[in-house]
């Protein structure tokens, strides 16, 4: 049974350019969740799909965009891309109600 | 916004010995708590969770321990091994569904 699958593990890419991310959650779970990890840091939340829409959103700007897919997959988009936005971007997936399940992330690195 | 603060930034132990980190967090509306260990290069690991409606809850070596009058949680490993050598993140949330504010987790290093 495979777990939370990202991809690709490692992007480098520059200042003002546009990045997507991919996830698919853990077999069983519909609830998609996208974390920000810088060095040294706790991940912070970015935000929450279910059922294909946004439930839940942290304090990020709207330049961090997501979707979720009908079979629960997700991306994660995030435009104009900043220095700042160098970290680990998590994607943690659970069923509706109950603990997120991680997986590897992709570190992602602004030049 | 939630803070969810851990009392001591690293931790060596002796291979074989107990490991107690520490966790604090202020919303006392949080009901539903997380530990997590990350290694080097990988996501965040589940390791056992527990409910506001619980102090203690037992796994496979690890405790967690919950007390909501001072808000503070543990996570206990027992036997500590070389392979429990990572960073251990305490998460908090208001439910079971919602998001998960982290600490900035403390480093454990056991020492063979």
């Known amino acids: 049974d495979a777990g939370v699958t990202q991809s690709p593990t490692h992007l480098i890419k520059t200042r003002g350019q546009q990045v997507t991310l991919r996830c698919s959650p853990k077999?069983?779970?519909?609830?998609v969740s996208w974390y920000q990890q810088a060095l040294g840091q706790g991940p912070q939340f970015i935000f929450q799909?279910?059922?294909?829409?946004?439930?839940q959103r942290g304090n990020f700007p709207d330049r961090f965009s997501g979707h979720q897919f009908p079979n629960y997959s997700s991306e994660l988009n995030v435009n104009a891309l900043l220095l700042g936005d160098s970290a680990l971007y998590l994607c943690?997936?659970?069923?509706?109600?109950?603990?997120?399940?991680f997986g590897d992330g992709t570190r992602l690195s602004i030049l | 916004g939630e803070s969810v603060g851990l009392h001591l930034p690293t931790l060596s132990v002796q291979e074989g010995d107990n490991s107690i980190i520490n966790c604090a967090y202020s919303?006392?509306?949080?009901?539903?708590f997380i530990w997590y260990k990350q290694e080097s290069g990988k996501g965040p690991q589940f390791i056992i969770d527990?409910?506001?409606?619980?102090d203690k809850r037992q796994g496979q070596r690890v405790t967690v321990l919950l007390n909501k009058t001072v808000k503070h949680l543990s996570l206990q490993i027992a036997a500590t091994q070389p392979g429990d050598s990572a960073v251990y993140f305490c998460?908090?949330?208001?439910?079971?569904?919602?998001?998960?504010?982290f600490g900035t987790g403390t480093s454990l290093t056991v020492i063979p």
């Open positions: 943690a997936s659970s069923p509706r109600t109950g603990p997120q399940h």
């Open positions: 077999s069983g779970h519909d609830t």
């Open positions: 799909y279910y059922e294909e829409e946004e439930r």
């Open positions: 919303n006392s509306a949080s009901d539903y």
């Open positions: 527990i409910r506001s409606n619980m």
């Open positions: 998460a908090e949330s208001k439910r079971t569904g919602n998001q998960f504010y």
